[in-house]
T-cell receptor, first 117, second 114 residues
Framework: AQSVTQLGSHVSVSEGALVLLRCNYS??????LFWYVQYPNQGLQLLLK??????LVKGINGFEAEFKKSETSFHLTKPSAHMSDAAEYFC???????????????FGRGTQLTVWP | NAGVTQTPKFQVLKTGQSMTLQCAQD?????MSWYRQDPGMGLRLIHY???????DQGEVPNGYNVSRSTTEDFPLRLLSAAPSQTSVYFC?????????????FGAGSRLTVL
C-alpha cells in the first residue's frame, strides 16, 4: 500500500530564506512521486515529479526535490522564498491499478507555506 | 484548450437533497477521478474511471455514485446529501500512458450541506 506523510502542517519563512517542506512515503512498488501546489481558491498544479530518472528533480518557480530511497523521502526545497510562494503544498505518491501506476495518487495532508516580508 | 471544467463552483444543499457535480475534460484523457479535500486531510480519492464504462471505488466512496458514458464526462452524484459531505470536490484527469500520472485538476466545486 502507498501512503505519504508530510511533516509540519504549517511552515513559515522570511522572504529570501530557504524553503524546506518535508515528505516521506511508503510504497510497495517503485514509486512515482509528485509535489503539487494549491493557491487560494484554485485547483492543484504540478510543481515537479520523480519518475525514476534523475534523483534530483527540478520543477517550476525555482523548486526542486531530491528522491532518497534509503530515507524514503522526497523533500521539496527552494533556495530563496518569495512572497508569491505562499500556498499549500501537497506531496503525492502513485498507487497502482491492475498492475499499472496510472493516475491513482495518494496525497499527504498538505503543508501551508507562509512567507513573511 | 479548457482542460478540466467543473460545475457548479459553489452549491448549498439541504440534508437529504440530491445533486450532481459535473466534470468535463477536452484532452481526450482516459483516466478521470474525483477527490474531496477537507482541512487537514489532504485529498482523498472518491471514485475513478479508466475509460468509458469502467469505474471503480477509491478511499471514500460511500454516499457517492459515478458513471462514465463518454470519455469527456465524469459526473459525481450525491443521492442523499449529508453534512459530512460538506467539502471541496476536485475532478482530475490524465492520459493513459505509462509513467505519466500527471493529473490535471479542475478548479474545484465547494459544496455545503446544511
Amino acid at each position: 500500500a502507498q501512503s505519504v506523510t508530510q511533516l509540519g502542517s504549517h511552515v513559515s519563512v522570511s522572504e529570501g530564506a530557504l524553503v524546506l517542506l518535508r515528505c516521506n512515503y511508503s510504497s510497495s512498488v517503485p514509486p512515482y512521486l509528485f509535489w503539487y501546489v494549491q493557491y487560494p481558491n484554485q485547483g492543484l498544479q504540478l510543481l515537479l515529479k520523480y519518475t525514476s530518472a534523475a534523483t534530483l528533480v527540478k520543477g517550476i518557480n525555482g523548486f526542486e526535490a531530491e528522491f532518497k530511497k534509503s530515507e524514503t523521502s522526497f523533500h521539496l526545497t527552494k533556495p530563496s522564498a518569495h512572497m508569491s510562494d505562499a500556498a499549500e503544498y501537497f506531496c503525492a505518491v502513485s498507487g497502482s491499478f491492475r498492475g499499472s501506476t496510472l493516475g491513482r495518487l495518494y496525497f499527504g495532508r498538505g503543508t501551508q507555506l507562509t512567507v513573511w516580508p | 484548450n479548457a482542460g478540466v471544467t467543473q460545475t457548479p463552483k459553489f452549491q448549498v444543499l439541504k440534508t437529504g437533497q440530491s445533486m450532481t457535480l459535473q466534470c468535463a475534460q477536452d484532452m481526450n484523457h482516459e483516466y478521470m477521478s474525483w477527490y474531496r479535500q477537507d482541512p487537514g486531510m489532504g485529498l482523498r480519492l472518491i471514485h475513478y474511471s479508466v475509460g468509458a464504462g469502467i469505474t471503480d471505488q477509491g478511499e471514500v466512496p460511500n454516499g457517492y455514485n459515478v458513471s462514465r458514458s463518454t470519455t469527456e464526462d465524469f459526473p459525481l452524484r450525491l443521492l442523499s446529501a449529508a453534512p459530512s459531505q460538506t467539502s471541496v470536490y476536485f475532478c482530475a484527469s490524465c492520459a493513459m500512458y505509462s509513467g505519466a500520472n500527471v493529473l490535471t485538476f479542475g478548479a474545484g466545486s465547494r459544496l455545503t450541506v446544511l
